[in-house]
């Protein structure tokens, strides 16, 4: 099954959107204190990561620019699976051993430092992917669109930054990090029909 560079990227944008989409609803229920079906949520991410990585490695061999941006959506997405990974086989069990032993604490602690570690880094990446697009957007002519996805894509690159830098108990909420790394990725997912199409138009007037 052969997939064009265009419609690589219009599942990608696809995949983004349901991300940004999943991300939000997980959150929309954490802040009104409702029951999140954690493994149907995490799940679902997991598998929609999982995809993510194909064919947003697909879209960086077959671009004909932007390779930094689309090796960033790739390689955020592997670091989600890894994140998402730990939280639905080791949060339960580290802290089911936690509560029957005192000692074990601070290794369940330390667990789940470790995937927020790696959740920073991925929104990080997609801060910086929204960045790179943005402003290719702005280039075409979006400005709009562009420039908003942009500066987005540098909040949250700065935000996740601090929290890798300085740790989740940093000045920072964890939530702003967070907040800014899906919103830049719903952005980042609006941007990319019309840069592959600025890009394929390129690539037919070199040939």
């Not at 620019?65 to 689309?70: E, I, P, R």
């Not at 601070?106 to 927020?116: C, H, I, K, R």
């Not at 402003?135 to 979006?142: H, L």
Request: aromatic content about 10%; hydrophobic content about 55%; some cysteine.
């Amino acid at each position: 099954m052969e997939f064009a560079n265009k419609r690589t990227v219009q599942i990608t944008s696809y995949l983004l959107l349901a991300l940004a989409a999943t991300q939000a609803c997980y959150t929309i229920l954490h802040l009104a204190e409702l029951s999140v079906p954690r493994q149907l949520l995490w799940g679902l991410e997991g598998l929609l990561f999982t995809i993510l990585t194909a064919f947003a490695g697909a879209a960086m061999v077959q671009a004909k620019s932007y390779h930094v941006g689309w090796s960033a959506i790739a390689f955020s997405a592997v670091l989600n699976v890894v994140q998402v990974s730990i939280g639905l086989t080791l949060f339960g069990p580290f802290r089911e051993a936690a509560s029957q032993l005192e000692a074990l604490g601070p290794l369940a602690g330390g667990v789940v430092a470790l995937s927020f570690m790696i959740y920073y880094a991925a929104k990080l990446l997609l801060g910086f992917a929204a960045l790179i697009f943005g402003v290719a957007k702005m280039a075409g002519g979006g400005k709009a669109l562009g420039g908003l996805t942009a500066l987005l894509g540098v909040v949250a690159m700065f935000a996740n930054a601090i929290l890798i830098v300085f740790g989740r108990d940093a000045f920072l909420p964890s939530g702003v990090a967070g907040g800014s790394g899906v919103f830049a990725t719903l952005l980042l997912a609006l941007c990319l029909t019309s840069v592959v199409r600025e890009d394929h138009e390129a690539l037919k007037k070199s040939s």
